[in-house]
């Protein structure tokens, strides 16, 4: 069974870091790219980041870009997400979300998810 | 940026036949996806590759495209299916490889 487990969120300010953790099992992680999705409070999903199954490859949204960064670690099965410079318009539920295929596609199989408050 | 549009809202009754429609002009050339999320829940994957039902997904629930217009088809509609829906295609024309719709909030009356 498939399971993707966040850890790592709470209350930052402004300006602020965080780090967010995703532990997956279930498959063969280093297969797969994976995400990160965030929502914020009552709001849609925004796609945040990926990474390649094999690390090499990231990519981010416009409104992140050049703040937060992906990461993975293959021995322990987990993905990371860090986040530097938080803005208020960061705050959302962080969601980590396994790739479908075995490109850039889509989600199967999503975390819980990790709320991150960003406020002073 | 590329986009997906939706409505905002689609009111259905019991056992009637819903449509959500997701309109982007990529969607010719790239597939759709479609995702429920109930209130506090994450989402859930209900169709891929524009008509494709993962397993353990209710038959009821199917897929059409049709030029620049996706379509998710909830037919008998259940109480359970209120929910909000999205659509998910990818871009890849920009550094921002997967896009969302808004969202759609299916309220079963």
């Known amino acids: 069974e498939v399971q993707l487990l966040e850890s790592g969120g709470g209350l930052v300010q402004p300006g602020g870091s965080l780090r967010l953790s995703c532990v997956a099992s279930?498959?063969?992680?280093?297969?797969?790219?994976m995400s990160w999705v965030r929502q914020a409070p009552g709001k849609g999903l925004e796609w945040v980041s990926v990474?390649?199954?094999?690390?090499?490859?990231?990519y981010y949204a416009d409104s992140v870009k050049g703040r937060f960064t992906i990461s993975r670690d293959k021995s322990k099965n987990t993905l990371y997400l860090q986040m530097n410079s938080l803005r208020a318009e960061d705050t959302a539920v962080y969601y980590c979300?396994?790739?479908?295929?075995?490109?850039?596609?889509?989600?199967?199989?999503w975390g819980q998810g990790s709320l991150v408050t960003v406020s002073s | 940026s590329y986009e997906l549009t939706q409505a905002p809202s689609v009111s259905v009754s019991p056992g009637q036949t819903a449509r959500i429609t997701c309109s982007g002009d990529?969607?010719?050339?790239?597939?759709a996806y479609w995702y429920r999320q109930k209130p506090g829940q994450a989402p859930v994957l209900i169709i891929y590759?524009?008509?494709e039902r993962p397993s353990g997904i209710p038959e009821r629930f199917s897929g059409s495209i049709s030029g620049t217009i996706a379509t998710l088809i909830i037919s008998g509609v259940q109480a359970e299916d209120e929910a909000d829906y999205y659509c998910?295609?990818?871009?890849?024309?920009?550094?921002?490889?997967?896009?969302f719709g808004s969202g759609t909030k299916v309220t079963v009356l």
């Open positions: 979300a396994k790739e479908g295929g075995y490109t850039y596609g889509w989600f199967d199989y």
């Open positions: 279930g498959f063969t992680f280093n297969i797969y790219a």
């Open positions: 990474i390649s199954g094999s690390g090499g490859n990231t």
């Open positions: 990529a969607l010719p050339n790239q597939y």
């Open positions: 590759k524009d008509t």
């Open positions: 998910q295609s990818t871009d890849g024309s920009s550094s921002n490889l997967y896009v």
